[in-house]
């Protein structure tokens, strides 16, 4: 179901920070970070080989990131009548996201150098959130939404660490990650079945957006669903430097 952890500067000229958990099926296919979208050259993302869409997008010449994490839908269509969610991040970095997609239902966070706005599609209608200055957690409900247990549990525990200074800002964060393991029913890294599949997190992304460009970092876990150790050395290790 995924997790994204999201800081908005309360002074200007300091960048967005984000931290983001993908979940998916082990066994689906899909390649890190690259340019996989010869349609929108310039974009980077984490490509889903089966349906051939994005879970995160990057535009680092329009300053924009979107991460994609999937919420109940309530509408009566059928699978014929909808298309798949991952073009909706690369939508959103192009500026073209339509106001009723023809989709299942999604939270979309959207993160420019001028803050952070969270989408919340739910096959009926669309509302768009901008998020005030702080730290904020978004998961499969509206965003800060304290019955998801994993938000009600360790938000407070995200704001009080905060980011640290110079390039491992999101370390705080790790650490928080690390000990919501203790609980699975509250844990950040996920193992759940859902719809007769089980659904684990495999990746972790780290972005930086401002007004000097995007920095996203990507560290794959050695074990679906499971903290180790050596999780923020690959993570710091893992810096796509991305074109301006």
């Known amino acids: 179901m995924c997790t994204v952890v999201v ?17 998916e099926d082990r066994r689906r296919p899909w390649r890190g970070l690259g340019d996989w979208w010869p349609e929108q050259p310039g974009v980077l993302g984490v490509r889903d080989d089966r349906a051939g869409g994005a879970w995160l997008a990057v535009d680092p010449g329009a300053r924009r990131l979107a991460v994609l994490l999937n919420r109940e839908d309530l509408s009566q269509r059928s699978d014929d009548e909808v298309v798949t969610r991952g073009g909706i991040p690369l939508q959103a970095v192009a ?26 599609w739910d096959g009926l209608t669309a509302r768009r959130t901008r998020l005030t200055p702080g730290t904020h957690m ?19 525990d ?61 560290a794959v876990l050695s074990e679906p ?6 999780l ?13």
């Open 7 to 23: 800081d908005v500067p309360r002074e200007s000229g300091q960048p967005v920070r984000v931290l983001a958990v993908r979940d």
């Open 95 to 120: 500026g073209v996201l339509p106001e009723t997609p023809a989709t299942r239902g999604f939270n979309l966070v959207e993160v420019d150098a001028d803050g952070a706005s969270v989408v919340e």
């Open 138 to 156: 978004v998961a499969h409900h509206s965003p800060d939404d304290p019955a998801t247990p994993r938000i009600g549990r360790w938000l407070e």
């Open 158 to 218: 995200f704001r009080r660490v905060g980011v640290a200074d110079g390039e491992g800002w999101w370390e705080p964060w790790l650490e928080v990650v690390a000990a919501s393991t203790a609980d699975p029913s509250t844990s950040v890294l996920r193992r759940d079945a859902h719809d007769g599949l089980v659904l684990e997190s495999l990746l972790v992304c780290a972005a930086a957006v401002g007004a000097e460009g995007i920095d996203v970092r990507e």
């Open 225 to 230: 669903g499971e903290w180790d150790d050596a």
């Open 232 to 244: 923020p050395e690959r993570l710091r290790a893992g810096i796509a430097a991305l074109p301006q």
